[in-house]
């Protein structure tokens, strides 16, 4: 601090030093001192200096500086003031105080932008550098990331290709300047958007890189937050940047479109009817906007990524928005122009688009077309240059590709749809192109060429289209009314140049007989025509006259070239002999060139939007530049050619017709060969299906014969037995699913208490044999009892009462146990009887009566089985009878796969003599090739051209595509 007071104060006190001296002694303290202080005070003197000694501070300190950044780095606020010394020294923003000198002194010194392109070599030239630089914008302080915002900016502005290419692969530095978007500090945030306008400008890789750093996301944001269209300088700054990364860079608007953006631009345009405040700010923001969505649906876009954000901008309700202000009313006239500009090719060549404008309505009373409405502004000469051909723009891309349109406009022209209560159309491009106005004359006649083009049906329709020019005369076609105007335009009074007037409605006439030889009839009609062409074209006019002669000779010529001779007088050799005589040949050719060479046809070609600066410039139309050079060469060709040279190309034609007519004609032998091959293959194929399945059904039903014979024979075995027949009739019964309801269940149910009734008497003997066993051991008790009955008495010789009462309870229980017995023998008895009387093999005690009832039951039931037995053999020998026919079926299909074997070997025989046919045909055309060939040389010995050569190659490629097709 006390050396810059002292280097500083000096100059005062005593003799005034340098400003070299003074800048040399701050860089060599810069370089020398050890201490931070001094370092950082001297650098300050020099950022002081970098105004006022900007040559001597840049030439002497900037080595000092750079080496400032790479070894203070950890001091922010050295950096900060080398940083604004950079800046100083570079930008070309930076007021310079003049320096003290003379005059001649000053004069000497190079120029603030020359210092400012040579400092930045100097920086740059070590790329590293710039990687420093970059590297500081990660550091958070305001004082040290802001001015290292503006430095990159200023290197940007005065080298930007070598800056962006040191950017370009230096790690992370785009990722870096886009953290800028994120800051929170206004200032830091703007200059950041101001420092990637410069980065992205004009290089493809790098506006990719950015937009997939959510660039768009963030920018959009950033536009919302601000208020749109409402917001200030920002909004303006995020929108060129916008503009910057989506203008030619297809990939960047496929991923605008991808990314659901589109979809966000819609609120943009939300502008309420009652803010008539449009500031200037809000005007730029709006024109911006409306360029953007420009650029999405620009012509010159790729046509899938055109067509497909015209769809996004349709489905979201983005053109409902800019149709709404096109509309409104209030809307300063820049931005309804930009806005019609932008509808146009919002709906260029998009049939749903042009449909939705097609049905919306000015809101007015009553409700008029916003097509009619646009045409009024159009027509009206008092209205702004530049609003009229954005409305022309507007209807010519309303018309592009869209026939419906072009139906529409020339519907509202013919006598049997004309509104006398409302304008149509119609109405006003017949006004337009009859007016006093040759900028109308023009306009009009261009919308309605636009109404014609492509479209034959819509030609012949405006043929039809009568004029009533004055009370008590006839009314006239429009295309006589044209003509009229035309050979009569220098004899009215214009407002303009007449000039514009006569090339409008010559290119109208032009586009109409293009293609169409009805109106070409119709204008030859009209015997004052021709001479009124050959006269324009024969004169030396000066040059702004020439592009009329040219029109003129490309209307004649087309008369030429579409003419079907059905006029006597002005059939194709007349009107040749005709220029070779009055105008001649060769000036005829030259004064056609004059539409090519003109120096607004190249301008026209270059873009369908008209855009000129002046009302007189507008001269041609950019479709029929495309016209033009179409006819160009045709027109020549036809003029050109001798009556002799016309006969020999009929003759050409008329064989090249033959061997086409011939080469189809076997064609269509072989496409119908083919076919029938075809056919028989397919039926084959469905006999040999029909074959298999019968051979299947026929296996099926076999198996299902040898299984009925098999349980035949197993009824016929076990038919004989009496009690076996009703186990035979349920077998029988089941296998031909006709068993009788009511005699399953009885039979179950009888089985059922069969099983029950033996289980019963199997527990009774069980308990009998117990009981049995029990007799014997109380009989065997009871002997013995009997004998030491003398032994059971007491000392008096009286018995005891105790054996007296034992003996009596088991002579009880023995009684009680007999009877039991008895009992159990009487139902085991029962139970043998009772299964005997169900079978029917009962004893004698069962009624008679029951048992003849019971045998009755059993004879019919044989006699059933019986008669089940009859019915198998019937089925039997209907399937036998079925067998026999399937196998005779089976014979005739395999006869019928033999003939069918037989027609194919023959249709395959046909196929190969055919072939040979076919190959004797290509030998005869190689003949007719061979012969063509020497009549191409004779014509082209004669001195004439011969182009046709795809057309007579054609026929070749066709046999070889079909010889490839034929089946083998």
């Known amino acids: 601090m006390n050396f810059l007071r002292g280097v500083m104060g000096g100059q005062s006190a005593g003799p005034q030093r340098s400003g070299a001296e003074t800048v040399q002694k701050l860089c060599d303290r810069v ?49 900060g003031y080398t940083l604004d010394t950079l800046y100083n020294l570079i930008s070309n923003d ?30 740059i030239k070590q790329p590293e550098n710039l990687t420093l630089l970059l590297s500081l914008l990660e550091e958070f302080d305001f004082h040290v990331r802001w001015p290292a915002v503006k430095l990159l900016t200023a290197f940007l502005k005065n080298l930007g ?11 992370m530095g785009v990722s870096r300047m886009m953290d800028l978007l994120a800051d929170s500090r206004e200032v830091i945030r703007n200059d950041g958007l101001l420092l990637l306008q410069q980065l992205t400008k004009g290089n493809a890789a790098i506006q990719k890189i950015v937009a997939f750093e959510s660039a768009f996301e963030r920018l959009l944001d950033i536009i919302t937050e601000e208020g749109m269209s409402d917001g200030g300088i920002v909004v303006e700054d995020c929108l060129l940047l916008l503009l910057n990364l989506m203008k030619n860079n297809s990939s960047n608007q496929n991923f605008f479109k991808e990314g659901s953006y589109i979809q966000r631009m819609k609120t943009w345009f939300e502008v309420a009817e009652e803010n008539l405040n449009w500031s200037a700010q809000k005007v730029t923001n709006l024109h911006l906007m409306l360029q953007l969505v420009r650029v999405l649906v620009s012509p010159v876009n790729p046509p899938g990524a055109t067509s497909t954000c015209q769809k996004s901008a349709f489905q979201c309700g983005l053109l409902q928005q800019l149709c709404t202000i096109l509309m409104a009313t209030g809307v300063p006239a820049d931005i309804l122009t930009e806005t019609i500009n932008t509808v146009s090719e919002v709906i260029r060549g998009s049939q749903v688009n042009q449909d939705y404008f097609a049905s919306v309505n000015a809101p007015s009373n009553p409700p008029r077309p916003a097509i009619v409405v646009l045409l009024m502004s159009m027509v009206n000469e008092r209205q702004p240059f530049v609003l009229r051909c954005a409305v022309l723009y507007c209807f010519q891309c309303f018309l592009y590709k869209n026939q419906r349109g072009q139906a529409e406009i ?42 014609l083009q492509d479209n034959s049906v819509q030609k ?33 009074n214009r407002r303009g140049s007449n000039v514009q007037t006569r090339v409008g409605l010559l290119m109208l006439l032009s586009t109409w007989m293009t293609d169409c030889p009805i109106a070409v009839t ?3 009609h009209n015997q004052t025509n021709v001479p009124f062409l050959t006269a324009q074209i024969s004169e030396n006019l000066g040059e702004e006259e020439q592009l009329v002669q040219g029109l003129c000779a490309l209307l004649l010529g087309i008369c030429i070239y579409d003419n ?43 873009k369908p939007q008209p855009s000129y600066s002046i009302p007189e410039q507008m001269l041609l139309d950019h479709e029929f530049t495309k016209l033009v050079k179409e006819l160009e060469v045709q027109i020549i060709k036809a003029v050109q050619k001798s009556s002799e040279d016309e006969k020999k190309e009929e003759e050409v034609k008329k064989s090249l017709e033959q061997h086409d007519s011939i080469i189809s004609q076997y064609k269509e032998l072989i496409r119908e060969q083919d076919m029938q091959l075809n056919e028989l293959k397919k039926q084959v194929t469905a006999l040999t299906t029909q074959n298999e399945q019968s051979q299947t059904m026929i296996t099926q039903q076999a198996a299902q014969i040898q299984q009925l014979k098999d349980q035949y024979n197993l009824l016929k075995i076990q038919g004989k037995p009496v009690d076996s027949h009703h186990h035979m009739h349920n077998e029988a019964a089941q296998i031909n699913g006709i068993q009788p309801k009511a005699d399953m269940e009885e039979i179950g149910r009888l089985q059922e208490e069969l099983e029950q009734l033996k289980k019963q008497h199997g527990i009774l003997e069980g308990q009998l044999a117990e009981k049995d066993l029990i007799i014997d051991k109380m009989q065997t008790s009871q002997i013995s009892g009997n004998k030491d009955t003398d032994d059971c008495t007491d000392n008096s010789g009286e018995p005891t009462a105790a054996p007296h009462k034992e003996l009596e309870t088991l002579r009880t229980l023995v009684q009680t146990q007999a009877a039991e017995i008895s009992q159990l023998q009487a139902k085991k008895q029962e139970l043998e009887n009772q299964p005997a009387a169900m079978t029917g093999l009962g004893s004698g005690d069962v009624d008679r009566d029951s048992s003849l009832r019971r045998i009755t039951q059993l004879e019919s039931r044989v006699s059933a089985l019986d008669d089940e037995n009859q019915k198998l053999k019937g089925q039997v020998r209907v399937l036998t009878e079925e067998k026999d026919s399937l196998d005779q079926q089976m014979t005739r299909t395999s006869n019928t796969v033999v003939i069918l074997q037989t027609d194919k070997s023959r249709l395959q025989q046909e196929v190969v003599e055919s072939k040979k046919e076919q190959d004797d045909l290509l030998v005869l055309l ?33 046999d070889d595509d079909y010889d490839e097709d034929e089946p083998n």
């Open 564 to 606: 079907e001779n059905t006029l006597e007088n002005y059939t194709k050799e007349k009107l040749k002999q005709l220029i070779e005589k009055r105008i001649g040949k060769e000036i005829f050719i030259e004064k056609l060139a004059y539409i090519s060479k003109h120096e607004l046809y190249s301008r026209a070609g270059q």
């Open 522 to 524: 119709h204008f030859l």
């Open 94 to 123: 930076v007021e310079e105080e003049e320096p003290d000198g003379s005059e001649e002194e000053n004069v000497h010194k190079p120029s603030s932008e020359d210092l400012a392109v040579q400092y930045t070599e100097i920086f």
């Open 460 to 492: 012949e329709q405006l043929l039809r289209v009568q004029l009533a020019t004055s009370l008590g005369n006839p009314p006239v076609s429009l295309l006589q009314q044209c003509t009229n105007i035309l050979s009569q335009g220098d004899k009215i």
């Open 926 to 958: 190689a003949d007719q090739d061979q012969k063509i060939f020497s009549l191409k040389n004779k014509l082209k010995e004669l001195g004439e051209a011969i182009e046709d050569e795809d057309d007579m190659e054609s026929g070749d490629q066709d």
């Open 31 to 79: 370089a020398s001192a050890t201490l931070l202080e001094d370092r950082r005070d001297a650098v300050r003197a020099l950022k002081s200096l970098s105004k006022k000694y900007r040559l001597e501070v840049g030439s002497q300190a900037m080595e000092h500086l750079i080496n400032v950044l790479q070894m203070d780095r950890s001091d922010s606020e050295i950096i």
């Open 161 to 171: 290709p070598q800056v962006q290419q040191i950017i370009l692969v230096s790690p």
């Open 410 to 451: 020339v519907a509202t022209l013919l006598p049997t749809t004309i509104d006398a209560n409302s304008i149509s159309a119609g109405q006003l491009l017949c006004g337009g192109l009859f007016s006093a106005d040759s900028l109308s004359n023009w306009c009009a006649a261009v919308a309605l060429a636009h109404a």
